[in-house]
């Protein structure tokens, strides 16, 4: 038996959520006594992983695999899980990793349980928490079946070194046909995003006018953050819909969520919920956002951001 | 063409979240019940595909006699068919066999599910599909053109998108951007009365046991009072964040 943690990379480098969820995976490997095995695709520099605890890095090596695809990618780890006899495995929340999670759930048979906020609270029977009702509530959830998949929301574990001296082992594995194949890609190039960031800074409404963004992109640039709107700011094409965040946009787990201008709508919180620190800067003292946040100035945007951003750069 | 789209019924954005029964299950009186807000960009897709693409549109649900309002109202909006499975929706993977065994009896060529719903949240019930039939797959989906027997589609990634191709059948987890929200198709009294009329089938379960179960619902810590900084004293934020939240 042993714990697999599927280590997401691209282009031969990890991201933060890979080496949580090696840490999240050292931690329960302790807790049932089992040997940890971390599982990369392509990725012939593994030496930052041994920080983390792994015992064995085994590297899966196919030229049938340079570009991703949930589905090769299942197949691919759902060997290395019967070589390894692996019963519980762990991934990250990343959109590509939980693409190719719940495949692999499907042609495994396994139990998949996703934003997993904590370690188990016992392993037998296997119980963890997740949240649920778009970040309203938690659910203790047991897995009751032999294979158990779980991925887990960024920064709710962090990372704990725990360093190793994994084997490291290359394999070749027979991949599967697919008539499935990517044509293009469009990045956006240079800024942080909102999946990836420690920090978000994001506006609402308050700040009346595309015009305004110039602040917020450089608050953000300070803080090495990535922007975020409301709804409405992303509906009236102020900015992009790829910035909009929340409850059927895209839930925000960062560290810290810097709200400017945003009233605090029910929906707007319960998509940034599981942030850790949330910083409110709005100018009505009434706004719903101050109940939920950590910090607040009570104060204009207009005044507050351009002042915040030279005292940050000045420190 | 045939297109399934599965549809979950949840509850309202505005609902107040709460637990009866020492936790273990949700307080639904007084909430409202919805088209999943995910399924419902995929369902407004999957009636244009009707014209463009000569499409058959059954919804279907995994639930008991009480989802079948949300139902009625998939058949207003312009589905063709409605099928309910009757049993309780107990978690992702009973709720996928369950759907897989329709499918296995009834060929679809685009099975349209939400990227995840927004009670369980769990983004788990299309690709579970996806592995059990072995179908194609893709989820965060915001384009789709089918062509013949063949399928090109976005979809959103970490910073970015990517544009791909397949031959069907696919499961798509659908979201916004597949159609904007002011495309979405609002039932007039035609619809209305038209869905009084369209099939709404009742199909018994297969009787899947669940592999996941909710032992204990609880609600996040009451946050303690907010920390107000004065605005002219933000080298005071600074310190906070830097000192005590240590996020900075
Ligand atoms: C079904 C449904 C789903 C929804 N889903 C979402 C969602 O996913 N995400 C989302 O964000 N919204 C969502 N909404 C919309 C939500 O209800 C709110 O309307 C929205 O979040 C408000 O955006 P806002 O805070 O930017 O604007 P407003 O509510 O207009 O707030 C603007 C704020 O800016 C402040 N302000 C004004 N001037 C200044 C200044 N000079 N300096 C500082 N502060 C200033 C004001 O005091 C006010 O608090 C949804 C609504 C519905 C009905
Ligand atoms: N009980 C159900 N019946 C039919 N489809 C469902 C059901 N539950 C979930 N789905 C579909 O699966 C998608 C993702 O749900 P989930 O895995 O719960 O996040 C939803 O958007 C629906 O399309």
Redesign the interface.
């Given at each position: 038996m042993a714990v697999l943690v599927y280590i997401e990379s691209e282009n031969n480098q990890f991201k933060k959520s890979s080496y949580e969820a090696l840490s999240y995976g050292k931690a329960i490997a302790n807790n049932v006594g089992e040997a940890v095995c971390g599982v990369v695709i392509n990725c012939s520099n593994t030496e930052s992983l041994n920080a983390f605890g792994a015992d064995k890095i085994i590297n899966i090596n196919s030229s049938d695999l340079t570009d991703f695809s949930?589905?090769k990618y299942?197949y691919a780890i759902a060997e290395v899980m019967k070589s390894e006899n692996a019963n519980i495995i762990i991934l990250s929340s990343?959109?590509?990793s939980?693409?190719?999670?719940?495949?692999?759930?499907?042609?495994t048979d396994?139990?998949?349980?996703?934003?997993v906020v904590e370690l188990p609270e016992s392993t037998n029977p296997f119980?963890v928490k997740r949240?649920?009702?778009?970040?309203?509530?938690?659910?203790?959830?047991?897995?009751?079946?032999e294979i158990k998949i779980i991925s887990i929301t960024s920064n709710s574990f962090g990372i704990i070194e725990n360093p190793n001296n994994p084997k490291t082992e290359t394999i070749d594995i027979k991949v599967i046909d697919?008539?499935?194949?990517?044509?293009?890609?469009?990045?956006?190039t240079g800024?942080v995003?909102i999946?990836?960031a420690?920090?978000v800074v994001s506006a609402g409404r308050g700040l009346k006018g595309p015009e305004n963004w110039k602040m917020i992109e450089s608050l953000a640039e300070t803080?090495g953050a990535a922007t975020a709107c409301s709804k409405p700011v992303s509906?009236m094409g102020w900015r992009p819909?790829?910035e909009h965040v929340v409850?059927?946009?895209k839930p925000v787990s960062s560290?810290?969520y810097i709200a400017i201008g945003i009233s605090g709508a029910?929906?707007h919180l319960?998509g940034i919920?599981s942030s850790?620190?949330k910083?409110?800067i709005n100018n009505d003292p009434e706004a719903p956002f101050?109940?939920?946040?950590?910090?607040?100035?009570?104060?204009?945007a207009f005044?507050?951001i351009p002042?915040?951003i030279e005292?940050?750069k000045a420190? | 063409m045939n297109i399934l789209v599965c549809i979950s019924n949840v509850?309202d954005?505005?609902s107040k979240?709460n637990?009866i029964e020492n936790d273990t299950s949700?307080d639904t009186s007084g909430v409202q019940f919805v088209i999943n807000?995910?399924d419902e960009f995929g369902l407004t897709k999957a009636v244009w595909m009707k014209e463009s693409n000569k499409a058959n549109v059954t919804v279907l649900t995994v639930g008991d006699s009480s989802v079948e309002a949300t139902l009625r109202k998939c058949l207003a909006i312009g589905a063709d068919k409605a099928i309910r499975i009757d049993c309780p929706a107990n978690?992702?993977?009973s709720v996928?066999k369950e759907i897989e065994a329709h499918c296995r009896e009834t060929n679809y060529d685009l099975i349209i599910c939400g990227r995840e719903s927004?009670?369980?949240?769990?983004?788990?019930?299309?690709?579970?599909?996806?592995?059990?039939l072995?179908f194609?797959?893709?989820?965060?989906c915001v384009k789709l053109e089918v062509e013949g027997s063949k399928a090109?589609f976005s979809?959103?990634?970490?910073?970015?998108?990517?544009?791909?191709?397949?031959?069907l059948p696919l499961v798509v987890g659908s979201?916004?951007?597949l159609v904007e929200?002011s495309d979405l198709i609002i039932p007039n009294m035609r619809g209305i009365m038209m869905a009084r009329q369209k099939p709404l089938d009742v199909i018994q379960a297969k009787g899947i046991n669940p592999?996941?179960?909710?032992?204990?619902?609880?609600?996040?810590e009451a946050?303690?009072e907010?920390?107000?900084?004065?605005?002219d004293e933000?080298?005071k934020?600074?310190d906070?964040?830097e000192n005590e939240?240590k996020?900075?």
């Open positions: 949930s589905k299942a990343s959109p590509d939980k693409y190719l999670g719940s495949f692999l759930s499907g042609i396994a139990s998949f349980v996703s934003n119980i949240t649920c009702f778009t970040n309203k509530a938690f659910s203790s959830t047991e897995l009751t079946s697919s008539n499935q194949k990517i044509l293009s890609m469009e990045k956006e800024s995003t999946a990836d420690e920090i803080l509906d819909h790829s409850q059927t946009g560290n810290l029910i929906q319960a919920n850790k620190v910083v409110v101050f109940k939920a946040a950590d910090y607040g100035v009570v104060g204009d005044e507050v002042s915040l005292k940050l420190r | 509850p954005t505005t979240i637990f949700f807000p995910n978690d992702a993977y996928a927004i009670d369980y949240n769990g983004g788990l019930v299309p690709g579970l599909l996806a592995g059990l072995d194609n797959y893709v989820t965060n090109t979809r959103e990634m970490s910073g970015g998108t990517e544009i791909s191709e397949c031959q979201q916004k951007g929200e592999k996941t179960f909710d032992k204990k619902f609880s609600k996040p946050k303690s907010v920390k107000l900084v004065k605005a933000l080298d934020l600074i906070l964040l939240a996020v900075i």
